[in-house]
């Protein structure tokens, strides 16, 4: 069975989910710890990807209950978690720019864009708004993610003023792709979609 194929169930919501769309945690010592790559040892407790729901389960003391434990949880555990999906998807983009899946520059964005390369763009949240009404208009079908700051994507690519980054159509692309995903769902999925 696929990676996509295998689903949990959410335990704020009680919803069966897939993998690709849950945060996977657990208790070493009696004390959560995040586990996304599922490395560490233990039975894992899932929850929807959600910054909203793992408050939540914070709040309710859903793990403690879950586990059967009085855990020790970090008291910057949710921002902890956001920065470890943040710098996941930072790396992506990272590992496909050293692939040559990645592109910079508008320029560059706009040729490859012509000729239906472009698996999703990347557009720093703080570009100029001429900017950002160019690259919608040339984008029309493509997704684009506003995740991160020029800065954080100058740092994450080693390179200065990077606005626009396109990501090209491989195989590399849908790992970005779903990291990418993850994040951003984390910082807006409310959890109240209809199952």
Sequence with gaps: MS??????????????????????FVVLNNTLLPDFGKKLPGKGMYITCSRLLLEKALEKKVFHKVSRHNLKI?????????????????????????????????????????????????????????????VAFLAKSIEIF???SIEELD??????????????????????????KKYQNF????GENNE
């Design 3 to 24: 990676r996509e194929q295998i689903a949990r169930k959410c335990i704020v919501r009680g919803v069966v989910r897939p993998n690709e769309e849950l945060l996977r």
């Design 74 to 134: 970090a008291e910057d555990f949710v921002d902890m978690v956001g920065n470890l999906l943040k710098q996941k998807a930072l790396a992506s983009l990272n590992l496909a720019r050293k692939s040559g899946t990645l592109i910079t520059g508008f320029d560059k964005l706009k040729e490859a864009a012509k000729k239906e390369k472009v698996a999703f763009i990347i557009e720093a949240g703080d570009a100029g708004t001429v900017g950002k009404e160019k």
């Design 146 to 148: 506003n995740l991160f």
């Design 155 to 180: 740092m994450a690519l080693n390179k200065e003023n990077t606005v626009n980054i396109a990501v090209l159509k491989s195989d590399m692309a849908e790992m970005v792709y779903r990291d990418l």
């Design 187 to 190: 910082l807006s999925y409310n």
